[in-house]
């Protein structure tokens, strides 16, 4: 069973590495066995998670501005300078944006999509020479995006943006999974609730008890909850597992 869900000796990017979610999954490959590069628009952010998760393993730092296409082909460029090939990609940078209806503006539109839903796409493509490099016959490479449980249900807060980017994420990853499994690829979606996060630290600061107390399971996700997901997904345990979300929520979305 170690060697099911174990990810000794993969190669993964975490874009979004440094803080949150990101990190959390990031620690979690670290601590499997993977060799990790951490990537984050924030270069000094980005070389303090790796510095950090080195003590652990081996956890290398590659800023990047994935804002753009130009910047997602930058970042697959700098990976395949280093490595031949990649057989875990966790696509996770994102940003979020709330505002009220009558006051929710273009730029918000316009940021969140590119980030959440543009970035995923373009440097997926980007990646996918090395991607097919590392696929092996019964231990596929593998795709993970970070979608959100407010892409599943309608969220409580006025993040009209962000809810649709991670809409548009979940049925991306689907139609990515049916494209790339004949190219030896899974491409899966994590949609977590809530969890400590920067994002987060303000909804829970004002909601954290009334959020814990709503969640059937009747508190916030831990660390160890998001990094066993994405272990799950990225080791051979995961193997026959593709075009799926998997809500790390809780229970939230069963309200």
């Known amino acids: 069973m170690g060697d099911l869900f174990s990810v000794e000796g993969k190669t993964a990017m975490v874009t979004g590495g440094s803080r949150g979610i990101g990190l959390m999954i990031a620690r979690g490959l670290v ?3 993977a060799r990790v590069y951490v990537s984050s628009r924030k270069a000094e952010a980005c070389r303090q998670a790796a510095e950090e998760l080195s003590r652990a393993g081996e956890c ?3 800023p990047a501005d994935l804002s753009d296409e130009q ?4 970042l697959a460029a700098e990976v395949g300078e280093r490595q031949g090939r990649l057989q ?9 944006w709330g505002a009220p209806l009558e006051d929710h503006p273009a730029a918000a539109w316009d940021k969140v999509l590119d980030l959440n839903l543009k970035a995923p796409f373009f ?5 996918l020479p090395l991607l097919e490099a590392g696929a092996a016959p019964d231990d596929p490479a593998r795709v993970i995006n970070v979608g959100s449980i407010d892409g599943l249900r309608v969220p409580p807060m006025p993040t009209y943006a962000y809810s649709a980017s991670k ?5 991306l ?15 899966n979606a994590i949609a977590p609730g809530p969890f400590e996060s920067r994002m987060m630290a303000e909804t829970l600061r004002r909601f954290g008890d009334q959020i814990a107390a709503a969640a059937p399971l009747g508190r916030i996700g831990r660390p160890e909850d998001m990094a066993g997901a994405a272990l799950y997904l990225a ?3 995961g193997a026959y597992v593709t075009g799926a979300v998997l809500p790390v929520d809780g229970g939230l979305t069963t309200l």
Do not use: D, Q
């Open 167 to 171: 809409a548009g994420l979940h049925h």
């Open 60 to 62: 290398l730092a590659l």
């Open 235 to 237: 080791s051979r345990a």
């Open 173 to 187: 990853t689907r139609v990515l999974a049916r494209e790339l499994g004949p190219r030896g690829i899974t491409v």
């Open 88 to 96: 875990v990609l966790v696509n996770n940078a994102g940003a979020t």
């Open 31 to 33: 601590e499997g066995g």
């Open 123 to 127: 440097l997926t493509r980007a990646m």
């Open 71 to 74: 910047g997602c082909r930058r």
